[in-house]
Nanobody, 119 residues
């Protein structure tokens, strides 16, 4: 059974930092492309960042230079370090695991962790 458990969300003042974690089980983590997505109320899902199994990284334009994705294959854990947070970063953040190229989507999704950036 696949489980993706996000943690690290919360409320922070604008300009502050948070670090999200995603603990994965039931997948061959080191072989999986991983990603972070977010969805704000009333908006569509937005790709934040992805990291492939061999470490290739991509960021959404809105977070470049502020967010850093990383993975620890020994701990089956994905991270997202978020610095210089802005009010517009407020959203539910979701961990995604195992990119399925045939369907152009990730196979597994976590339940999400809320990030709220305060003025």
């Amino acid at each position: 059974q696949v489980q993706l458990v996000e943690s690290g969300g919360g409320s922070v003042q604008a300009g502050g930092s948070l670090k999200l974690s995603c603990a994965a089980s039931g997948v061959s983590f080191r072989l999986c492309g991983m990603g972070w997505y977010r969805q704000a109320p009333g908006k569509g899902r937005e790709k934040v960042s992805t990291i492939s199994s061999d470490g290739a990284i991509r960021y959404g334009d809105s977070v470049k230079g502020r967010f850093t994705i990383s993975r620890d294959n020994a701990k089956n854990t994905l991270y997202l370090q978020m610095n210089s947070l802005k009010i517009e970063d407020t959203a539910m953040y979701y961990c995604a695991a195992c990119w399925a190229s045939s369907r152009s989507t990730f196979s597994h999704w976590g339940q999400g962790t809320q990030v709220t950036v305060l003025a």
